[in-house]
């Protein structure tokens, strides 16, 4: 539901920042989640040679066995394929491993690949785990069923991402810890909304069509 002041904003925001850290960690689904986090990063920063202006994020949703990749800067798409695995050899990773999960893996000897930025449009405010979660919601996958999502990101989650995705129990690495300060901005994956932070707390919300609150 969007705010419609600062203050409320700032409630929202606290809630998803105190969220983090609650989600029941399965080991298996979180060591998934680990796995994703060391291919991103073997993708961000050793092949594709981003800095960190940049987060690579890698999601796997386990009911349909679909590897999802988002970047929230530039992807190329040109030999994806053959650099996730070249990024999956270099982190050590056997893709049987995860298709155990879920109810989607069985009869597949590797994941779907999932280019998100390639239909994703714009991806300014937007953080890459988040890019992930909109395109998944947006296949069709209800919110209590994102449990069977793991995410791995080649940087440390934000608070907000961190906090909204154990809300909905989303297995990810690394996790953000409690306390940590937010980034500048975030867009949330359902309602789109933007959040800016300031020394203040939330200092700008903007909800689709509505009047921003604050300044940025
Ligand atoms: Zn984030």
Redesign the pocket.
């Known amino acids: 539901m969007p705010k419609t002041s600062l203050h409320a904003a700032n409630l929202a925001a606290n809630a998803r920042h105190n969220a983090v850290g609650t989600m029941t960690l399965d080991p298996t689904p979180s060591g998934i989640a680990i796995v994703l986090a060391r291919m991103a990063s073997a993708l961000h920063w050793y092949l594709d040679h981003r800095d960190s202006q940049s ?1 690579t994020a890698f999601g796997y949703q386990a009911t349909v066995g679909r590897l999802y990749v988002a970047r929230n800067g530039q992807l190329t798409a040109g030999t994806l394929n053959a650099r996730i695995a070249q990024a999956a050899r270099h982190a050590g990773i056997d893709f049987a491993d995860m298709l155990d999960w879920g109810n989607g893996g069985e009869l597949l000897i590797e994941p779907v690949i999932v280019n998100v930025n390639a239909t994703f449009g714009e991806t300014d405010v937007w ?1 890459a ?2 890019m992930i979660m909109r395109h998944i919601m947006q296949e069709g996958l209800a919110k209590q069923s994102l449990r069977w999502v793991a995410i791995g990101a080649s940087s440390v ?2 608070v ?3 906090g909204w995705m154990s809300k909905y129990a989303v297995h990810h690495a690394p996790p953000a810890q409690r306390g940590d300060a937010p ?1 500048r901005s ?1 867009r949330h994956p359902s309602s789109q909304t933007v959040t800016a932070y300031g020394q203040g707390g939330v200092e700008y919300y903007l909800a689709r069509g509505q009047q921003s609150l604050g300044v940025t």
Do not use: A, F, I, L
């Open positions: 987060v953080h785990e988040m989650c934000c907000n991402c961190s980034t975030w």
